[in-house]
């Protein structure tokens, strides 16, 4: 059995003495440092969700970009097609209209030319029917 006599009573005092020294020395710091740290790691973890948020925020803005330049250069690219056909269809029909000129004057040119041989055959018929009525004579 427990016996309490005065040795009981200074051991009472001696723990509560050292609990009271051991919580100023020891446990207050340590609780303090504990505390600090958690302080630091959730500012650390809010720091992360921001630096992600942000992250993601850019993310997205890129990508929202990147599908405007895209549309962008799909619209530009049909634009251009666009005036590179019409320029085609205009050089094609300025060849077409070219090759119709040359067309007409080498026409012209022939019929002048069929004329005028049209005329040294006529003013020479006479010489060849006489040379061939001499010669079906002869």
Known sequence: MIELNITFFIQLVNFLILLAVLNLILYRPIRGIIKQRQERLGGYLSDIERFNDQAQ??????????????????????????????????????????????????????????????????????????????RVMA
Do not use: H
């Open 57 to 134: 925020e850019k993310l997205k803005n890129y990508e929202e970009q990147l599908t405007q330049a895209r549309i962008e250069g799909s619209k530009i690219k049909s634009e251009l097609k666009g005036e590179a056909l019409k320029q085609e269809m205009a050089v094609l029909a300025e060849a077409k209209e070219e090759a119709n000129q040359r067309l007409a004057q080498a026409r012209e040119e022939l019929g002048k030319q069929s004329q005028v041989v049209k005329k040294d055959l006529f003013a020479k018929i006479e010489d060849y029917a006489k040379m061939v009525v001499e």
